[in-house]
């Protein structure tokens, strides 16, 4: 069980610091909190599906899938985002509510 964990946090750890790292800041600013603040309620699944959106190489297209902007693939399409869009709804208004933006 031990072994177990150590991989989990390992996994996560390496999820963090792609989250915190997209290169474009916006979506940092929603990676980032999220994994940190989530990340370790995810199932190996749900970490499968969010290590595959880390893997897109387009911030900006990858922003807009969070954002709402335009529409995710459907292999992107999933529970997992949609996880990342409602934390970046309560993410963003509590932000805005401490003074922020």
């Known amino acids: 069980m031990a072994d177990t964990d150590a991989r989990l946090k390992e996994r996560l750890g390496r999820i963090a610091f792609r989250a915190w790292r997209r290169g474009f800041r916006e979506a940092d600013l929603v990676l980032g909190p999220f994994v940190d603040h989530v990340g370790s309620t995810l199932d190996a699944a749900e970490l499968d599906a969010f290590e595959a ?49």
């Open 53 to 101: 959106l880390l893997a897109e190489d387009d911030d900006h297209r990858l922003y807009a899938w969070i954002i709402g902007t335009a529409e995710a693939p459907p292999e992107h399409d999933t529970p997992v985002l949609a996880k990342i869009r409602a934390f970046m709804r309560e993410h963003v208004a509590a932000a805005v509510a401490e003074g922020a933006g």
